[in-house]
């Protein structure tokens, strides 16, 4: 058995980006935003992700631009690192070693080389209590240093960090926890504390839900979760604070943010819109309403101009100042379940689940960025507790990606099950999907699995699907009998059932001749053009969960797994059981590209997982504990450009690469140590390779170009290298390079090269007699050049030229064009650079 060696499992996108509070920097071109164990830094005018700042171990969990350099990002990570990045570059600067699990980071312009952390309390064994400490970063050149002396300044604080803020530009700190308000005041090295009563007298939670300071007044506002604001002002007189109380949302206020002059609040919350209170004015506010999800963090740019927003559905909104949306980042749309399974686009390659609800996601795995959302439901879904609304939970492409198969379902308590069938067709033109058609109640119970047949040159494309109730359905594609009408439509071509068992899942085998359909402990197989039942397998019993048919020079091979924990391969030429083993299996799929299989096993409470060939004994490849819990959703996404792995552990991911999701909805893959290797040496390349802007139109022509110019003509090289031009010249390097306060003045230098560009006037007669005796210069001079090769040489010269020959090596010989350009160099008038070099 081939362990896991070189192969390690990672996030490969889809990470949550509305984690933490996105920054926006100064100059409001970029945007930063944690997103699992790295920092994105995306473009906030193309939504592009211009760099990935790759170096923590563990989950980031705060992101915050240096106070004393706009160009810099510090970064804090559970894996106990602050790390100092440039991210304009995506250079790593500097690591700090903090020791300890870091939660969130602050830093103040008056607190210079010191951040403030949360970490958990030193005597809390659990993790449950956190302090704020302050850390003074050391100055040195080492690229990893150690800070470990922490200074306490806050104890029992949240580890939220929208609890916790900076007031007057680092005067004093206020941190909500619960019912209490701490302030901490740093000149007097004191803190006031200020509590609220559980619920007030109309019954609304005052629980603090996030605290936001104003950048020059003394005035702390606090959210809470009945949806009120609070302006504390006077505290720092603990018997003589008072405060204000704003209402507007109706749920808990979820993040509050300053203007950085102070002039608005922000607020946001379940509601999905962004409120922009007049501060000292609170009676006036704007909205800008239905941003899509709810608002988890807000923040503000330095200079004001951009607002941003992140949301639920792990999707970051920016905003021009409260008045319009000028872009959507959004990130992978991540429910509280997945009830599709994995599947892969086969036009676009995009990874497509559930997303939004009623939606279909179309997400790219090779950018990590969403595509699209595709509306299936087609309603307008409501926001309430306990409302039962369609769900889409089955989805299926065909082989080609032309056609797409869903099925939404609605349960309500006096209703019975509503289900719909719908077929969508891709169109070319809009380069997406357009609804078909609609089969309303396809069965009388829910629909367990559908499949499509690949179609062939003599056969149409067709759609299975199994049920509850007993019996699976053949869905045809049908070409209209009459040109006039509108197009293809679907229609049901077969019903099959099984001495009433119920069906869980099916397939086609790799030649859509075989269709095999699962009854419970009962394996059909059934002809797929006459619908003919050709036989049935048996097996231990217990009923089938998985089925899959082997590819390629597996395909005379069926598995299945079963509730007994036991997997199953039958020999379809023989009609027998081939072997079986005992495996609690939660996952079993194939690779549509190789013979490969893969099985994801449960055991103590993690998933190994175990790569192998249905017609070999022994696996190519496993993997003990990919992670904790059941996955019960995965799939192999074909890749771009084959990886050319020799090693025997990793020659499985060369087509294809293996996704899946973990019961926290993490979406995790392999990735061999070759792959990372290539990612590294691209990351330096961009790097090291700073003469040139890494523009789009760079990344579109520059490999052409350099392609180009290694193709070039020897001889023309050669040429160039003997034709000096004039700004290789060593006066010329001298002037570019001679700082500019040592020069002369511009108007001296200005003049005098404009007039070693002019052109003396003179008669155009006198102009055409001087080119026609240059013309005859030339001529003689070629025409003695070529009398003096065309010479006879004798043959004791002969005999001595061959002799010099072969002890010393030829000089190369000009070519015409290139004594023409000599003389044209000669020709130039340089007077301008002598009088500036005699002055």
């Known amino acids: 058995m081939v362990e896991h060696g070189d192969i390690r499992v990672v996030h490969r996108g889809g990470s949550k980006i509305d984690f933490r509070q996105p920054v926006i920097t100064n100059d409001s071109r970029f945007l930063l935003c944690t997103s699992g164990d790295c920092v994105k830094v995306f473009s906030t005018s193309t939504e592009e992700c211009i760099h990935d700042l790759q170096g923590h171990t563990d989950l980031v969990t705060g992101v915050l631009l240096r106070p004393s350099n706009h160009l810099q990002v510090y970064s804090c990570s559970i894996d106990g690192t602050v790390r100092l990045w440039d991210f304009t570059d995506g250079i790593l600067i500097k690591t700090y070693v903090i020791g300890c699990p870091i939660y969130s980071i602050y830093a103040s312009a008056n607190h210079e080389g010191v951040i403030f952390i949360v970490v958990p309390m030193l005597s809390d064994k659990r993790s449950e209590l956190f302090q704020l400490v302050a850390v003074h970063l050391?100055?040195?050149?080492?690229?990893?240093?150690?800070?470990?002396?922490?200074?306490?300044?806050?104890?029992?604080?949240s580890s939220n960090p929208a609890d916790i803020a900076f007031g007057r530009g680092g005067e004093y700190i206020a941190s909500a926890k619960g019912f209490q308000l701490k302030v901490f005041f740093f000149k007097k090295q004191k803190s006031y504390e200020f509590s609220l009563k559980e619920d007030n007298k109309k019954g609304g939670l005052n629980t603090f839900t996030c605290v936001a300071c104003h950048p020059k007044d003394d005035c702390i506002a606090t959210g809470h979760a009945d949806g009120k604001i609070r302006l504390w002002r006077n505290f720092n007189h603990k018997k003589e604070y008072t405060y204000s109380t704003l209402h507007w949302h109706h749920?808990?206020?979820?993040?509050?943010?300053?203007?950085?002059?102070?002039?608005?609040?922000?607020?946001?919350?379940?509601?999905?819109?962004?409120?922009?209170?007049?501060y000292n004015q609170e009676s006036q506010r704007d909205f800008l309403p239905r941003l899509g999800a709810a608002i988890t963090h807000i923040a503000v740019s330095p200079d004001g101009a951009l607002f941003c927003t992140s949301h639920s559905d792990?999707?970051?909104?920016?905003?021009?100042?409260?008045?319009?949306?000028?872009?959507?980042?959004?990130?992978?749309?991540?429910?509280?379940?997945v009830q599709t399974d994995l599947i892969v686009d086969p036009r676009s390659k995009a990874l497509v689940l559930n997303g939004k609800p009623g939606h279909l996601q179309f997400y790219s795995l090779q950018r990590d960025k969403l595509f699209y959302n595709l509306d299936i439901v087609q309603q307008e879904y409501i926001h309430e507790l306990g409302l039962e609304q369609f769900e889409v939970v089955k989805a299926a492409f065909d082989a080609s990606g032309t056609w797409l198969a869903t099925v939404e379902e609605r349960k309500q308590k006096s209703a019975e099950l509503e289900v719909n069938l719908k077929l969508w067709a891709f169109d070319e033109q809009t380069q997406s999907f357009v609804l078909n058609t609609t089969i309303s109640a396809p069965h009388e119970a829910r629909i367990t699995a559908m499949c499509f047949r690949q179609a062939t040159d003599s056969q149409t494309t067709m759609l299975v699907s199994t049920s509850k109730d007993g019996h699976f359905k053949a869905w045809q594609l049908a070409t209209p009998a009459h040109t006039e009408d509108e197009g293809p439509s679907?229609?049901?071509?077969?019903?099959?059932?099984?001495?009433?068992?119920?069906?869980e899942c099916c397939c086609f085998s790799a030649d859509s001749s075989l269709l095999a359909v699962s009854f419970q402990e009962v394996v059909t197989v059934w002809s797929s053009t006459s619908w003919e039942l050709l036989?049935?397998?048996?097996?231990?019993?217990?009923?089938?969960?998985?089925?899959?048919?082997?590819?390629?020079?597996?395909?005379?091979?069926?598995?299945?797994?079963?509730?007994?924990?036991?997997?199953?391969?039958?020999?379809?030429?023989?009609?027998?059981?081939?072997?079986?083993?005992?495996?609690?299996?939660?996952?079993?799929l194939a690779d549509p590209l190789s013979e490969n299989m893969a099985a994801f096993c449960c055991q103590a409470g993690c998933t190994d997982l175990f790569v192998f060939k249905p017609s070999e004994p022994r696996p190519l490849f496993?993997?003990?504990?990919?992670?904790?819990?059941?996955?019960?959703?995965?799939?192999?996404?074909?890749?771009?450009?084959?990886?050319?792995?020799?090693?025997?552990?990793?020659?499985?991911?060369?087509?294809?690469?293996?996704?899946?999701?973990?019961?926290?909805?993490?979406?995790?893959?392999?990735?061999?140590?070759?792959?990372?290797?290539?990612?590294?040496?691209?990351?330096?390349?961009?790097?090291?390779?700073?003469?040139?802007?890494?523009?789009?139109?760079?990344l579109l022509l520059g490999k052409h170009r350099h392609q180009q110019q290694q193709n070039?003509?020897?001889?023309?090289?050669?040429?160039?290298?003997?034709?000096?031009?004039?700004?290789?010249?060593?006066?010329i390097k001298e002037l570019l390079q001679t700082p500019a306060h040592v020069l002369p003045s511009t108007s001296f230098l200005c003049s005098m090269f404009v007039q070693s560009l002019l052109i003396s006037v003179t008669d155009p007669r006198e102009n055409n007699k001087k080119a026609e005796e240059e013309v005859e210069s030339e001529k003689e001079e070629e025409d003695s050049e070529e009398e003096m090769e065309s010479g006879i040489v004798r043959p004791d010269q002969a005999a001595v030229s061959v002799q010099a020959a072969e002890s010393a090596a030829p000089t190369p010989t000009l070519t015409k064009a290139q004594v023409r350009e000599l003389r044209r160099l000669k020709k130039l008038d340089h007077s301008w650079l002598a009088g500036l070099l005699d002055s």
């Open 138 to 157: 050391p100055q040195s050149g080492d690229q990893l240093v150690e800070s470990r002396e922490l200074s306490a300044v806050l104890s029992s604080v």
């Open 251 to 278: 749920n808990a206020v979820s993040s509050l943010c300053f203007t950085p002059e102070g002039t608005n609040l922000l607020s946001g919350g379940v509601e999905s819109v962004l409120v922009q209170w007049r």
């Open 314 to 337: 792990n999707k970051i909104t920016i905003i021009q100042s409260c008045v319009k949306v000028s872009a959507v980042i959004q990130g992978l749309v991540k429910g509280e379940n």
């Open 490 to 503: 679907w229609s049901c071509d077969f019903v099959g059932t099984y001495h009433g068992l119920v069906p």
């Open 535 to 588: 036989t049935t397998l048996s097996q231990p019993p217990g009923a089938i969960r998985d089925l899959c048919f082997g590819r390629l020079s597996c395909s005379k091979y069926l598995l299945g797994t079963t509730t007994k924990n036991l997997l199953c391969c039958w020999n379809l030429l023989t009609c027998s059981l081939e072997w079986s083993t005992s495996m609690d299996i939660s996952l079993l």
């Open 622 to 698: 496993s993997h003990k504990a990919v992670c904790s819990g059941t996955v019960t959703r995965a799939v192999f996404a074909p890749r771009e450009k084959m990886l050319d792995s020799c090693e025997e552990n990793g020659q499985w991911l060369n087509r294809s690469q293996l996704h899946f999701l973990t019961q926290y909805m993490d979406l995790m893959t392999f990735t061999t140590k070759a792959e990372d290797d290539r990612l590294m040496a691209s990351s330096k390349q961009l790097v090291i390779d700073d003469s040139v802007a890494m523009t789009p139109f760079y």
């Open 712 to 731: 070039e003509d020897p001889v023309s090289s050669l040429s160039a290298e003997r034709t000096a031009l004039p700004q290789s010249s060593v006066a």
